[in-house]
């Protein structure tokens, strides 16, 4: 029993992950109606950014939580000023084609120059070490982690579906012509949506850093997994993704404890079957 | 105009016939593919470096300046077997290529074999660990160069068992690699009066082990054994450290670790680690001044890893072997038996033997991952703590299960 509440418990950490990630691309989809496939690449270039403020800027781990979905974020800005806006109003399937074109690209460019083995990035001084919960040694990283995303992603929530800008954001994608005509710059908006969904991700790779090598093929396995965490969800719900962030983590660490082999697999196998009781997700409405 | 034209076309056809049937008369020709994971987790250990070090060999052989001309071609396996079994069979049927080398990943490696085979080519294989290569699945064809899982699990399985680790929990790559492993360290774990009392399989390239990692945890087994490889050992490793089991008190026996793992764990956590390797770069002059070009050759300036030494000290040893026949014969079992024939003697894995099996036996050697404070640059992470002779180290022949033996 001991071990099941710890495997919960390290379900939740990968889930605060998913959630992350998932929450982004729900936020991107559910804005600017493109399926980022480059938020893995954008992910990893979080954990990258991180590494390079330590080693090249001497900057630690607290101020590239703040600094490196910035950094990412811009750069995201200035790939939907570039490339993504020129795809509005297109069908899905050419947003898929670029973003995930991107992302081969991207981490072409960063598998050439670091290899793929990963590079070493500590837990910071305030977070090391761990705390005995009686039912396992909880490393007190992988404690804030989950705080911290759930925090994150709460927030994230909070202001898209609870406040005036976040009103602004829905009604623009439900009508831009009418919401532009109240003044409302609508693209500089979708520009920063994006940016945020970015930066989303972006934490992500930094909150992992730590945990996970640096590598430029971290973000390549998770975007697949969190896909589906978005397919189950519904597309371009907020909390549907949240929530379904966490309960896969869960589904996922439960699963590694009773039938490891397929702890890959488990999470496509509850996508088929939610796509067949449910095609719009757990919590989408039908489009 | 037009005429002119095609009469030169003619004649250069003519000329490449012409030429195609001189260098058929006393064929130097040869044609090598360097299979490897060119961008997944094995990348760094084989990869675009094993490819590098084919290429060295070629230039350090002297063979072009004796008329040879020897081309080298990479291919990326993706760790899947069917990508790598096709992958050589293009190479045999459409490119003429004569020899594959490297093909790290056990799965990948158990099937280019039968391949190689099957076309009577020549399989020099540095990266797959499995043990199977020249045992039950042994081919005329193969030379096994680097390691296996036999010496793995001789080597670091048994002396970990000697200094007190009796009782046994497995972290296992989920394919062919990671059962070979670990069936081959439970033979030497039980023999020594231990006992495995659990395990776990995990997919390969697994990101998040900490699952996994708790189970092992409280299994409460003296020793956590980690059968698998790349990027599922580094992880494992660091998360152990994370989830403080080797504060606990259990050890980690990273069964296979090649210098790139150790470089992306970090010697901070990594310090303290046995393990066993046939080669290492820091070893004697020799291996210095070949690591030193290698390095200058590498986009990250890495030195090599025993893996991708095994390339270039397996292929120098096949061009002595075409040396001697003074031509290539395209026959591999002739080239294989040629190279089994001749003691193995070479800068990076210093005397050594080819077996009939196709198992190339020279010494491993016990290294421990240094302290941070004695590492003096960025690649200097091992220190020797002592060595096998290759005869103890690999499999005897009496134990092979190699139908090549029976003759």
């Known amino acids: 029993m001991q071990a099941l509440y710890a495997q919960l418990l390290v379900g939740l950490i990968n889930g605060s992950f998913y959630a992350l990630l998932s929450l982004g691309l729900a936020v991107i989809f559910g804005m600017l109606n493109i399926i980022n496939f480059a938020h893995g690449a954008l992910y990893m270039m979080g954990a990258f950014c991180a590494y390079f403020l330590l080693n090249l800027g001497g900057i630690g781990y607290w101020w590239a939580l703040l600094l490196a979905p910035i950094i990412v974020g811009i750069f995201g800005m200035v790939l939907e000023r570039t490339m993504l806006q020129w795809l509005a109003g297109l069908d899905h399937l050419y947003g898929l084609l670029l973003t995930f074109g991107l992302a081969l690209i991207i981490q072409g460019v960063f598998q050439n120059f670091f290899g793929s083995s990963g590079l070493p990035y500590a837990i910071p001084d305030q977070l090391r070490g761990g705390m005995n919960l ?22 994230t929530w909070f202001l898209i579906e609870r406040t005036r800008l976040g009103a602004y954001l829905r009604a623009a994608t439900e009508n831009p012509t009418l919401v532009r005509a109240f003044g409302i710059n609508v693209p500089r908006m979708i520009t920063l949506t994006y940016g945020l969904g970015v930066g989303l991700a972006a934490l992500a790779g930094v909150l992992s850093a730590p945990i996970n090598q640096v590598r430029p093929l971290m973000g390549e396995n998770m975007i697949i997994v969190v896909f589906a965490v978005v397919v189950i969800g519904g597309m371009g719900s907020i909390m549907g993704s949240i ?19 397929a702890s890959n697999t488990v999470v496509f196998v509850l996508m088929v079957l939610v796509l067949l009781v449910k095609p719009t997700g757990l919590t989408g409405r039908a489009a | 105009m037009k005429s002119r034209f095609i009469a030169s076309l003619l004649l250069g056809t003519a000329l490449t016939v012409a030429a195609g049937s001189i260098a058929s008369a006393g064929d130097k020709t040869v044609k090598i593919g360097a299979l490897s994971d060119q961008s997944g987790l094995y990348s760094d250990l084989g990869g675009p470096g094993s490819t590098l070090a084919a290429q060295m060999a070629i230039e350090d052989s002297g063979l072009t300046a004796k008329g040879w001309k020897i081309d080298v071609i990479s291919g990326d396996h993706q760790n899947k077997p069917d990508i790598g079994t096709s992958i050589a069979r293009q190479w045999f049927d459409v490119e003429k290529v004569d020899v594959v080398v490297d093909v790290p990943n056990s799965g990948v490696a158990l099937a280019v074999n039968n391949v190689v085979k099957e076309k009577n080519g020549v399989y020099i ?19 096994h160069w680097t390691y296996d899982t036999y010496m793995l699990a001789h080597t670091t399985g048994q002396a970990l068992v000697k200094a007190g680790g009796t009782s046994w929990f497995f972290l296992t790559a989920d394919y062919a690699f990671g059962a070979a492993l670990e069936r081959d360290t439970t033979a030497v774990v039980t023999a020594n009066g231990g006992k495995v009392i659990g395990g776990v399989k995990h997919p390969l390239n697994t ?7 708790l189970q092992a945890q409280s299994s409460n087994a003296k020793v956590i054994g980690l059968a698998n490889a790349g990027g599922d050992t580094t992880n494992s490793i660091k998360q152990a450290a994370e989830f403080g089991l080797t504060k ?16 992306s764990i970090g010697l901070d956590i ?21 690591s030193e070009r290698f390095a200058k050759r590498m986009k990250n300036g890495a030195p090599p890893t025993m893996v991708q030494a095994g390339v270039y000290a397996g292929l120098s040893h096949y061009f002595k072997a075409l040396d001697a026949l003074g031509e290539n014969p395209h026959d591999g079992i002739k080239i294989v038996d040629k190279m089994k024939s001749m003691p193995t003697d070479d800068a990076l894995f210093g005397k050594g033997e080819i077996q009939p099996n196709g198992r190339t036996i020279h010494t491993a050697y016990l290294f421990e991952v240094k302290k941070p404070a004695e590492s003096k640059g960025p690649w200097d992470l091992y220190k020797l703590v002592g060595s096998v002779p290759g005869d103890q180290a690999f499999t005897p022949l009496d134990k092979s299960a190699c139908a090549l033996l029976k003759k």
Not at chain 1, 243 to 253: C, D, M, P, Q, R
Not at chain 2, 248 to 263: C, E, H, I, N, S
């Open chain 1, 134 to 155: 009686g039912f396992m040694y909880l490393p007190v990283y992988r404690g804030w982690v989950v705080i911290f995303s759930l925090v994150v992603c709460l927030a």
């Open chain 1, 243 to 261: 929530i379904t962030g966490f309960a896969l983590g869960v589904i996922e660490g439960l699963t590694k404890y009773f039938y490891p082999e």
């Open chain 2, 125 to 143: 294989n540095s990266g797959a660990a499995t043990s199977d290569l020249t045992n039950a699945q042994c081919s005329p064809n193969t030379v």
């Open chain 2, 207 to 213: 990101s998040d082990f900490s699952s996994f990692l």
């Open chain 2, 248 to 263: 606990g008190g259990q050890k980690l026996a990273a069964l296979l670790l090649f210098l790139t793992d150790v470089k």
């Open chain 2, 270 to 290: 990594a310090q303290g680690l046995n393990f066993t390797e046939t080669f290492y770069w820091d070893m004697n002059d020799q291996t210095r001044a070949f």
